[in-house]
């Protein structure tokens, strides 16, 4: 008999979806997400977005209790862990980014490590649960992203993270939890109604609450439709529903179980070589090519006898910031990026500091950047390029045009690359024994036959030791201010 509704079909996919349906690439690609996802989570704990969102999650308590990842001296009620470790793990735009334009895993992988520590010790999750868990809730954000025009270039209206990434995080959830196919489509339905966050908070600290709210909303969808909350059972169908997100909005029933094809198997997902929005990345790789032809390895960038820098890129507005206050907005700056990458030679954590920000030189540089917008140039993550040229003062002009990036899905980083992106990321709370324990359970995720080796690892460090880092954020925020 044919399905009543869209929703019915997601509904009866995320129920019906077997761990033997995870192909090797699937399993492969999910393996490098979780890895630099909690490389991202345990880096962003150092923030100061992180630090008021578990200040203010500290005043829910629960009997039952999950990990703040490398935060021994937190534990919280699982949706409100998943909500900071959420919030952590966009704190400083660091984690994957999927075309059509999302975080994907920020908002499912905080549910399943906070589930797995706060359901019943007598029921025991193994690696493979949680792959498969983690697989629906990115492949529900993929599905319905591809049901909308829209959403295949870079977001004006709405945060994708806020809107999908919260439907995902509910699927995923419901998944963990082995709920039945009509409490499945009750979570979807509950989901719709917590979804959506303007594109007008980008580049403040309100923008990493949003993969957080996806998580803590998707795991209270679950647990109300567990309680028998109902709505509206064509939720994903209606213009009225789930299109109120998406002008031409066109669902489409998912393929039948016994075919069907993961997106992630059809196309990876971009890890970031530095903390900033994606797009800033063609920039840094375009800027990176001109500076080779200003300065010698050992030499100082000429800034007195540059004239100009011209900037060809797509017309994204929310990335259009010429003198950048915070690191947020830094974050989201084609011009600071190209700046900072011909000024430093390179983008790092340290490079969105305020006081890098305000250094006179990059002030000076800012002051000489121009944008102009081919109109060939299309605000895609899967088609835009940037091109940058530089002209002295002695007319000499040089230019570089970068189509691609390392780390996108057209030029995948390494393994190898991706683990020390993890080290780097997660040794700022974690010893180096536990960096390399976590390495080896994800690279062995699938065979794990108990998921609390994996949440173990996940609390961090000592007590004396938190109190040591707690100490040095504190001065780091003094010093910043």
Not at 200 to 206: H, V
Not at 245 to 263: H, I, M, R
Not at 451 to 465: A, D, F, I, R, Y
């Amino acid at each position: 008999f044919p399905l009543k509704s869209i929703t019915e079909s997601f509904a009866t996919t995320i129920h019906g979806l077997k761990v033997g349906h995870l192909t090797d690439r699937v399993i492969q690609r999910s393996k490098r997400m979780i890895l630099d996802t909690l490389g991202a989570g345990f880096l962003g704990t150092s923030t100061e977005v992180f630090h008021k969102a578990s200040q203010y999650s500290k005043i829910y308590s629960s009997n039952i209790t999950s990990t703040v990842w490398g935060r021994p001296d937190i534990r919280l009620p699982p949706t409100y862990a998943a909500f900071v470790n959420g919030v952590a793990i966009h704190s400083m735009d660091f984690d994957d980014t999927w075309h059509p334009a999302t975080h994907p895993s920020g908002a499912v992988l905080p549910v399943l490590t906070a589930l797995a520590e706060a359901l019943p010790r007598s029921t025991k999750f193994s690696g493979l649960d949680l792959l498969l868990a983690f697989n629906v809730g990115i492949e529900v954000q993929g599905r319905l992203l591809h049901f909308a025009k829209e959403a295949k270039d870079i977001p004006k209206r709405f945060h994708p993270p806020s809107v999908v990434g919260t439907l995902g995080s509910a699927a995923a959830a419901s998944k963990f939890l082995g709920l039945s196919l009509t409490k499945c489509q009750e979570a979807l339905a509950i989901a719709v109604s917590h979804a959506g966050a303007p594109m007008a908070n980008a580049a403040t600290q309100t923008k990493p609450l949003h993969i957080g709210n996806a998580a803590k909303h998707g795991i209270e969808a679950a647990f109300l439709a567990m309680l028998g909350l109902q709505g509206n059972k064509q939720v994903l169908d209606l213009e009225a529903g789930f299109g109120a997100f998406y002008a031409n909005y066109s669902p489409k029933v998912l393929p039948n179980l016994d075919s069907y094809s993961w997106l992630l198997d059809q196309q990876d997902v971009a890890f970031k070589r530095f903390p900033a929005h994606l797009s800033t990345h063609w920039v840094a790789d375009a800027a990176a090519s001109v500076r080779k032809n200003l300065v010698a390895e050992t030499a100082l960038l000429p800034i007195d006898y540059i004239k100009r820098i011209v900037l060809r890129i797509p017309d994204v507005q929310y990335v259009n910031r010429p003198f950048p206050d915070s690191e947020h907005e830094a974050r989201h700056s084609f011009q600071y990026v190209a700046c900072a990458m011909l000024l430093d030679g390179g983008i790092t954590v340290p490079s969105f500091h305020e006081c890098q920000i305000n250094r006179p030189q990059v002030r000076e540089l800012l002051s000489k950047v121009e944008l102009e917008y081919p109109p060939d140039n299309l605000p895609s993550f899967n088609t835009l390029y940037c091109e940058i040229s530089v002209t002295l003062k002695d007319g000499a002009t040089f230019t570089h045009r970068s189509d691609t990036f390392y780390g996108h899905w057209r030029e995948p980083l390494s393994q190898e690359d991706l683990e020390e992106k993890f080290r780097a990321n997660a040794s700022k709370m974690l010893s180096c024994d536990t960096v390399e324990s976590l390495i080896k359970i994800v690279e062995n995720l699938e065979d794990l036959e108990d998921c609390s080796v994996l949440t173990t690892l996940l609390k961090g460090p000592s007590p004396p030791e938190v109190a040591s880092n707690s100490s040095a954020y504190n001065n780091s925020i003094t010093n910043l201010s």
